[in-house]
């Protein structure tokens, strides 16, 4: 079964950090680049960060920039984004999924919530 399960969010105060996790299976992760979205109440969902399948090339939108980091373990078929200095803006339900032939069932993210 071709899955992806997100997890590794929570509730922080402004400036502090998480880690979120995505395991993938089904499918041979190590081939495929992986990206992270979100999705605010309210909003579309948005591509936050980019990672090559072999984890050399990154790319993370301008708001996040300096402050998330994307990372894969290809022997673990699990993408991570450390996040940093978080901000009250980053509130959202944080999605994994592959870059080209996306899944189409999203799974159910993982909730981050920064506030005091």
């Known amino acids: 079964q071709v899955q992806l399960v997100e997890s590794g969010g929570g509730l922080v105060q402004p400036g502090g950090s998480l880690r979120l996790s995505c395991v993938a299976s089904?499918?041979?992760?190590?081939?495929?680049?992986m990206s992270w979205y979100r999705q605010a109440p309210g909003t579309e969902r948005e591509l936050v960060a980019s990672?090559?399948?072999?984890?050399?090339?990154?790319h993370y939108i301008d708001s996040v920039k300096g402050r998330f980091t994307i990372s894969r373990d290809n022997s673990k078929n699990t993408v991570y984004l450390q996040m940093s200095s978080l901000e009250p803006e980053d509130t959202a339900i944080y999605y994994c999924?592959?870059?080209?032939?996306?899944?189409?069932?999203w799974g159910q993210g993982t909730q981050v919530t920064v506030a005091s």
């Open positions: 999924n592959r870059v080209a032939d996306p899944l189409d069932d």
């Open positions: 089904g499918f041979t992760f190590r081939s495929y680049p």
């Open positions: 990672i090559s399948s072999a984890g050399s090339t990154t």
